[in-house]
Nanobody
Framework: QVQLVESGGGSVQAGGSLRLSCAAS????????MGWFRQAPGKEREGVAA???????RYADSVKDRFTVSKDNAKNTLYLQMNSLKPEDTAEYYC??????????????????WGQGTQVTVSS
């Protein structure tokens, strides 16, 4: 069965950086849309960044110019480089995949496959 496994979360101070990884197994990320999402306590899950099968990217306004989504097709791994982190970035971060070549961040609940999440905590 398809597995998406996130790693790289942790605790950092505001202004710091983290890089999240999402390793896929039994799934070829190069052909499909992949996304990063997050959910803070008491809040709804929201889209952070997505990358389509051709490598084009989209970002939530709140993370533009700070976060970068990328993928390494040879390693079948998705990444999220997070710079200039803020306390409001604190959340559980999830990667997700969909069998279509592109799916907007707003349609997060249509993504087919989800990882288990990795916690990111940013202190002020």
């Amino acid at each position: 069965q398809v597995q998406l496994v996130e790693s790289g979360g942790g605790s950092v101070q505001a202004g710091g950086s983290l890089r999240l990884s999402c390793a896929a197994s039994k799934y070829t990320i190069s052909r499909n849309c992949m996304g990063w999402f997050r959910q803070a306590p008491g809040k709804e899950r929201e889209g952070v960044a997505a990358i389509d099968s051709d490598g084009r990217t989209r970002y939530a306004d709140s993370v533009k110019d700070r976060f970068t989504v990328s993928k390494d097709n040879a390693k079948n791994t998705l990444y999220l480089q997070m710079n200039s982190l803020k306390p409001e970035d604190t959340a559980e971060y999830y990667c997700a995949a969909d069998d279509r070549w592109w799916l907007p961040l707003s349609k997060l609940y249509e993504y087919n496959y989800w990882g288990q999440g990795t916690q990111v905590t940013v202190s002020s």
